[in-house]
């Protein structure tokens, strides 16, 4: 069994910061691209910020600048750093990792953590 775990949500206030962390446990194989997505209320799940194994990143256009993805591989976690959050930024965050369970056929497989709400307030 493999599981994502998020914690670091909660509320603060416009041009604050909060720090998401994710680890992935149970028996895992392989770890490749780690991402952070976020849905708003009456919106789609959107894309926030993805890191590859070789550490590159990519970020959303409206995040960029602000927010920070990194991931430590020996620990199997992948945070996000949001600083300047603004009212746009409320939403349930979710962590995401493409990777092998162990004991299982060797094909990468998508995991979701069941998310960590952000607010902020204005």
């Known amino acids: 069994q493999v599981h994502l775990a998020e914690s670091g949500g909660g509320l603060v206030q416009a041009g604050g910061s909060l720090r998401l962390s994710c680890v992935a446990s149970?028996?895992?194989?392989?770890?490749?691209?780690m991402a952070w997505y976020r849905q708003a209320p009456g919106k789609q799940r959107e894309l926030v910020a993805r890191?590859?194994?070789?550490?590159?990143?990519n970020y959303r256009a409206s995040v960029q600048d602000r927010f920070t993805i990194s991931r430590d591989n020996a620990k199997n976690t992948v945070s996000l750093q949001m600083n300047s959050l603004k009212p746009e930024d409320t939403a349930v965050y979710y962590c995401?990792?493409?990777?092998?369970?162990?004991?299982?056929?060797?094909?990468?497989?998508?995991?979701w953590g069941p998310g960590t709400q952000v607010t902020v307030s204005s």
């Open positions: 995401n990792a493409l990777l092998i369970p162990r004991n299982s056929a060797p094909s990468w497989s998508d995991y």
């Open positions: 149970g028996s895992i194989l392989s770890i490749g691209t």
């Open positions: 890191i590859n194994t070789d550490g590159s990143t």
